[in-house]
């Protein structure tokens, strides 16, 4: 009796659990007209701002790729002093509120920092431009590409990367062709998550860059603006935008347990 009331509890938790969720995301999708969606997606301004949010988002997912991927490998192989602290740093920009890492940002790149500086005199602008929303959405994107491709290589047996370096291979060529490839799904996948998340930034990019503006920054000066009836369609397109890439993600994520299984065998 008791494992059938534990049981019956945890059904009813669940169950409001996905309301939670799921009904005011229905809500929200279902309010806007069919109209209104169409004469929403056809504006110049909210065309501009999801494809500005798709650019920088992929353009922070390629920088997470190049400059994350062998601080991942180096976290998934070694044992090192200060790995654990490392693995912390790495976690920050999760916990840090956004507007405190927009806030530390601006500090950094704006007039009154000498790197800030020296960027103005080389003609570099990052604040108020999309050079400083892709900073943006590196910072807040590459734990979720570490962590997901840390994974990745931890999945992959040492022994293999040992056999190829005893066959004659180098470092490099072992990574490439026998490392690198068995992760390849969960790089995707963190390149997908690192996208999403980075799409749908708010609080750090309204501070370096209000203007041009990202999908989510649009939504909050209409909404600001003209209330809730004007925003809804942004949201409704921006949920499109981000939900294409999660469908990406569960499809690359249900192709990688056959191989997880594969190399367990």
Excluded at 129 to 137: F, K, L, W, Y
Aim: glycine share 8%.
């Amino acid at each position: 009796m008791r494992r059938e009331s534990f049981l019956w509890l945890a059904l009813g938790c669940s169950f409001l659990v996905l309301l939670f969720i799921l009904v005011p995301l229905l809500r929200m999708v279902s309010a806007p007209t069919p109209g209104a969606l169409a004469a929403t997606i056809i504006d110049p301004e909210v065309y501009h701002a999801l494809w500005l949010s798709l650019y920088t988002g992929i353009c922070a997912a390629l920088i997470c790729f190049v400059f994350g991927t062998p601080l991942a490998w180096l976290l998934a192989r070694s044992e090192f002093p200060g790995k654990r602290l490392v693995e912390a740093v790495v976690d920050l920009p999760i916990v840090i509120p956004h507007p405190v890492v927009g806030i530390a940002l601006l500090g950094l790149v704006g007039k009154n920092f000498w790197l800030g500086r020296l960027l103005h005199e080389l003609g570099v602008r990052l604040v108020g431009s999309p050079a400083g929303i892709i900073m943006v959405m590196t910072f807040v994107g590459l734990p979720f590409y570490l962590q997901s491709a840390k994974e990745g290589f931890a999945a992959v047996s040492p022994r293999l990367e040992h056999v190829s370096r005893s066959l004659g291979a180098s470092m490099f060529k072992t990574f490439f062709q026998v490392s690198f490839p068995l992760a390849r799904r969960a790089i995707v996948s963190g390149l997908i998550m690192c996208c999403a998340r980075a799409i749908s930034e708010f609080g750090a990019v309204i501070i370096i860059a209000y203007h041009p503006m990202i999908a989510p920054v649009l939504m909050f000066e209409r909404f600001q603006a003209y209330g809730l009836r004007y925003s809804q369609p942004v949201a409704v397109w921006l949920i499109v935008v981000c939900l294409l890439l999660f469908v990406s993600l569960r499809v690359v994520s249900r192709g990688r347990r056959p191989r997880r299984r594969e190399q367990r065998a």
